[in-house]
């Protein structure tokens, strides 16, 4: 397992940015494919998107964030970011990353690929 640590969430209006970061404390952390989900009042917990570390950094994406949300990664400081724009209302939820440290080869959208998770960051859409 790796130690996750995300930053950047907070209170913004419809229509705005956000910037999340997940820290990785493992040097190995360029290896590992890194997921964001988020969990948002009285939901389960939804995939939003993920980015691998090989084939150029491929990421994929659920349809609710589609086109407004993009995932990097700075293998150098051992970093992961989402980058959220246009933020609605139903945004709002605790936002995790979490990595597959093990390769476990379930399907990237499930939680169940992820055995590392960070302690969460919350961001508050306002209508």
């Known amino acids: 397992q790796v130690q996750l640590v995300e930053s950047g969430g907070g209170l913004v209006q419809a229509g705005g940015s956000l910037r999340l970061s997940c820290a990785a404390s493992?040097?190995?952390?360029?290896?590992?494919?890194m997921g964001w989900f988020r969990r948002a009042p009285g939901k389960e917990r939804e995939f939003v998107g993920v980015i691998y570390w090989s084939g150029g950094g491929r990421t994929y994406y659920a349809d609710s964030v589609e086109g407004r949300f993009t995932i990097s990664r700075d293998n150098a400081k051992n970093t992961v970011y989402l980058q959220m724009n246009s933020l609605k209302p139903e945004d709002t939820a605790v936002y995790y990353c979490?990595?597959?440290?093990?390769?476990?080869?379930?399907?990237?959208?499930?939680?169940?690929?992820?055995?590392?998770w960070g302690q969460g960051t919350q961001v508050t859409v306002s209508s």
């Open positions: 493992e040097r190995t952390f360029s290896r590992f494919r």
């Open positions: 979490a990595a597959d440290t093990t390769y476990s080869g379930r399907y990237y959208s499930s939680s169940l690929a992820y055995d590392s």
